[in-house]
């Protein structure tokens, strides 16, 4: 089982605001990355350091964390945001690495 | 530009073993740790360990540290996964991704922030 917790799946309406969430105890001490993976695709990094976003990232994406939860914003979301997105941190630990379950997104 | 560049397709019977490779360019190589991380079909992500590119130093997830051993070859700019022991278990599409780190506060958070395009590995009889 994973030590990061995310919801299974979410909807969202066009243009509408959605927010995925990532919970686990390292999440207190470290901060959290989140990726983007499309369909047949490589995953892509859209969040970092909790709420720093990527050159050539849209502006719809934020990030922001707080206690044992990271979460991830989608506000106005589009029909090209529609894909399964995974949370990323250091294990309870603190030595090594561990990813979130994902959340498959649907633009309706 | 960061590039990450892996080998084609394997097809494994069970009990052997299976070498990955990911060759990176347009950054300094041995500057940077590299991840491997694999995804089964219908599944998510599973972080599989990390080695340091400009050292011997690996860290191994607890899952593969029997049978996983990660390789650099700065010659070349390249990283190896090899995987031994095969099962259908292990068939994924396998993942490399360079690591960085986003420093705040005298502490450093790391991410993957180049990805390779994935390596499937098919485990059958």
């Known amino acids: 089982s994973s030590e990061l917790t995310q919801d299974p799946a979410v909807s969202v309406a066009l243009g509408q605001t959605v927010r995925i969430t990532c919970q686990g105890d390292s999440l207190r001490t470290f901060y959290a990355s989140w990726y983007q993976q499309k369909a047949g695709q490589a995953p892509l990094l859209v969040i970092y350091?909790?709420?720093k976003r990527p050159s050539g990232i849209p502006a719809r994406f934020s990030g922001s964390s707080s206690g044992n939860t990271a979460s991830l914003t989608i506000t106005g979301a589009q029909a090209e945001d529609e894909a399964d997105y995974y949370c990323?941190?250091?294990?309870?630990?603190?030595?090594?690495?561990?990813f979130g379950s994902g959340t498959r997104v649907s633009v309706l | 530009q960061v590039q990450v560049e892996q080998s084609g397709a394997e097809l494994k019977k069970p009990g052997a073993s299976v070498r990955v490779s990911c060759k990176a360019s347009g950054y300094s190589f041995s500057n940077y740790f590299m991840h491997w991380v694999r995804q089964a079909p219908g599944q998510g992500l599973e972080w599989i360990g990390i080695i340091n590119t400009g050292s011997d130093y690996t860290g191994y997830a607890q899952k593969f540290q029997d049978r996983v051993i990660m390789s650099t070859d700065a010659s070349t700019s390249t990283v190896y996964l090899q995987l031994r022991n095969l099962t259908s278990d292990d068939t994924a599409i396998y993942y490399c991704?360079?690591?960085?780190?986003?420093?705040?506060?005298?502490?450093?958070?790391?991410?993957?922030?180049?990805w390779g395009q994935g390596t499937l590995v098919t485990v059958s009889s």
């Open positions: 350091g909790a709420k």
């Open positions: 990323n941190s250091r294990d309870s630990g603190g030595h090594f690495f561990v």
């Open positions: 991704a360079r690591d960085s780190r986003f420093c705040t506060g005298g502490v450093c958070y790391p991410y993957l922030d180049s």
